[in-house]
């Protein structure tokens, strides 16, 4: 039993050896919604399906008949009820019944920031066919205006605050669909106003102060009792000998419990 238990002690002091002195190895890491437009702000932009209004120009036709109105539903790094797979969508009604038509399918990262920026664009493909020819797809644009503020997400569908141009190429199959929104103009721009903030800001300055006042009310007292140099430091030793007792924590995990024994000791 003494051997398998030492052995197990030696596993374990390896396994911690590998986990203080060596990285960890992590696996490749998956698409990330946004990947493709780093910087810019997409937050509003993934966090609901957007809807917006088309007319009988950008309307595709139901049982042969272009209707007057149709909605486009829109939804970045999501899917969309009602339609297969689609991730841009467009419903028409006809004799009390809705019709739906893919115009794009899901993709886990459609964005591409612009080569000249500011601004970036998504792409989706791959659609239902249009007169059975070619598969419909989508390019959205966002150009930037920073008056032009989409609000943060307070149901699962909410309609755009602005009005896109819509330009359909039936030829092409191909929806070109351009919007104005603040997140596309500058890195550090956000599509909404911050109006509080976050815990970890909280956090960080309740730390910062309480530090600052720890440090000052502390000296101030030291020096009323008459003390000088280090002395004026509240609690100088504990602070002085902290980075000794740190670094001592540090080479015990790593030695795995093991004490440091001079090689000159010679065992009786």
């Given at each position: 039993?003494?051997t398998i238990?030492n052995?197990?002690?030696?596993l374990l002091c390896?396994?911690?050896?590998?986990?203080?002195?060596?990285p960890?190895l992590?696996?490749?890491?998956?698409?990330i919604?946004?990947?493709g437009?780093?910087?810019?702000d997409?937050t509003?932009l993934t966090?609901?399906v957007w809807t917006?209004?088309?007319?009988n120009?950008?309307?595709l036709?139901?049982?042969?008949t272009?209707p007057?109105?149709c909605?486009f539903?829109?939804?970045?790094?999501?899917?969309i009820?009602?339609?297969s797979n689609?991730s841009?969508?467009?419903?028409?009604?006809?004799?009390?019944s809705?019709?739906?038509?893919?115009?794009?399918?899901?993709?886990?990262?459609p964005?591409?920031?612009?080569a000249v920026p500011?601004?970036?664009n998504?792409?989706f493909?791959?659609?239902?066919?249009?007169?059975?020819?070619?598969?419909?797809?989508t390019?959205?644009?966002?150009e930037?205006?920073?008056?032009?503020i989409?609000?943060?997400?307070t149901?699962a569908?909410g309609k755009?605050?602005v009005?896109?141009?819509?330009?359909?190429v039936?030829?092409?199959?191909?929806?070109n669909?351009?919007?104005?929104?603040?997140?596309?103009c500058?890195?550090?721009?956000?599509s909404?106003?911050?109006t509080q903030l976050?815990g970890g800001?909280v956090?960080?300055?309740?730390?910062?102060?309480?530090?600052?006042?720890?440090?000052t009310?502390?000296a101030?007292?030291?020096i009323?009792?008459?003390?000088?140099?280090?002395?004026v430091?509240?609690?100088?030793d504990?602070?002085?000998t902290?980075?000794v007792?740190?670094?001592d924590?540090?080479?015990?995990?790593c030695?795995?419990g093991?004490?440091e024994t001079?090689?000159d000791?010679?065992?009786?």
């Amino acid at each position: 039993m003494a051997t398998i238990n030492n052995n197990n002690i030696r596993l374990l002091c390896t396994l911690a050896l590998v986990l203080c002195c060596l990285p960890v190895l992590q696996a490749a890491p998956a698409q990330i919604c946004g990947a493709g437009a780093l910087g810019y702000d997409l937050t509003n932009l993934t966090s609901r399906v957007w809807t917006f209004e088309g007319n009988n120009s950008t309307c595709l036709p139901v049982n042969g008949t272009v209707p007057a109105t149709c909605t486009f539903y829109m939804g970045l790094c999501q899917k969309i009820a009602n339609c297969s797979n689609a991730s841009v969508c467009q419903s028409s009604k006809s004799n009390l019944s809705s019709s739906y038509f893919n115009l794009g399918n899901y993709t886990e990262d459609p964005f591409h920031s612009y080569a000249v920026p500011p601004g970036f664009n998504t792409t989706f493909r791959l659609g239902e066919l249009f007169n059975k020819s070619c598969p419909l797809k989508t390019h959205i644009f966002f150009e930037c205006n920073s008056n032009s503020i989409w609000p943060s997400k307070t149901a699962a569908e909410g309609k755009v605050p602005v009005n896109p141009a819509i330009k359909f190429v039936k030829e092409q199959c191909l929806y070109n669909i351009t919007f104005e929104y603040a997140g596309a103009c500058v890195i550090i721009l956000p599509s909404e106003n911050v109006t509080q903030l976050s815990g970890g800001t909280v956090l960080l300055i309740i730390f910062t102060v309480t530090l600052i006042v720890y440090f000052t009310f502390g000296a101030m007292l030291n020096i009323a009792r008459g003390r000088h140099g280090k002395d004026v430091i509240p609690h100088a030793d504990f602070w002085m000998t902290l980075p000794v007792y740190v670094a001592d924590g540090i080479l015990f995990t790593c030695r795995c419990g093991k004490l440091e024994t001079s090689s000159d000791y010679n065992q009786i």
